[in-house]
T-cell receptor, first 113, second 112 residues
Framework: DTAVSQTPKYLVTQMGNDKSIKCEQNLGHDTMYWYKQDSKKFLKIMFSYNNKELIINETVPNRFSPKSPDKAHLNLHINSLELGDSAVYFC????????????FGNGTRLTVT | GQQLNQSPQSMFIQEGEDVSMNCTSSSIFNTWLWYKQDPGEGPVLLIALYKAGELTSNGRLTAQFGITRKDSFLNISASIPSDVGIYFCAGQKSYNTDKLIFGTGTRLQVFP
């Protein structure tokens, strides 16, 4: 199936731990994103990479570090997890051209205890 | 960060009714998108609008790109139970320089 897939779907961890979320797309897109959805369902962009190059970096704590080994993968590493990091994190991809909407993965629900 | 104002925040309707929701911005966008999110899943694209005044349909869904480029509307006709979910508008100024900004969402509940 052609899709944006991210793992794990659920992640429960304790404060202070370091964790990673992986994302892969097989749509042939050149741009990938990480969005955060809070408990009120607000969707907010965190990062965007185009061909492995960081192009959008919102005001996200530097405990969050995205890594793009190639244009089909964008991983998110989070250091020293805090309670406020609990949210659903969505990966998305698109082509960096007109009329190329974002396609989203099914999300990773992160719970920090 | 910027968010688009979406209304209503939630709707509770009976099966068969028509639904209207809208999204407004203080600034101009050149792309408007409408997504639906089911529980436990990611947003799925419903309709994409790329031109001011454009009216586009996808089955029972119709969306319009406002003439001022500061708003968009989504209508659902003859609602059915599987229309339940959260509907998000999203706007973008430029595909190569600007991020896609999401609305605050409209939660739709359909009763049989």
């Amino acid at each position: 199936d052609t899709a944006v897939s991210q793992t794990p779907k659920y992640l429960v961890t304790q404060m202070g731990n370091d964790k990673s979320i992986k994302c892969e797309q097989n749509l042939g897109h050149d741009t990938m994103y990480w969005y955060k959805q809070d408990s009120k369902k607000f969707l907010k962009i965190m990062f965007s990479y185009n061909n492995k190059e960081l192009i959008i970096n919102e005001t996200v704590p530097n405990r969050f570090s995205p890594k793009s080994p190639d244009k089909a993968h964008l991983n998110l590493h989070i250091n020293s997890l805090e309670l406020g990091d609990s949210a659903v994190y969505f990966c998305a991809s698109s082509r960096r051209q007109e009329r190329s909407p974002l396609h989203f993965g099914n999300g990773t629900r992160l719970t920090v205890t | 960060g910027q968010q688009l104002n979406q209304s209503p925040q939630s709707m509770f309707i009976q099966e068969g009714e028509d639904v209207s929701m809208n999204c407004t911005s203080s600034s101009i966008f050149n792309t408007w998108l409408w997504y639906k999110q089911d529980p436990g899943e990611g947003p799925v694209l419903l309709i994409a609008l790329y031109k001011a005044g454009e009216l586009t349909s996808n089955g029972r869904l119709t969306a319009q790109f406002g003439i001022t480029r500061k708003d968009s509307f989504l209508n659902i006709s003859a609602s059915i139970p599987s229309d339940v979910g959260i509907y998000f508008c999203a706007g973008q100024k430029s595909y190569n320089t600007d991020k896609l900004i999401f609305g605050t969402g409209t939660r739709l509940q359909v009763f049989p």
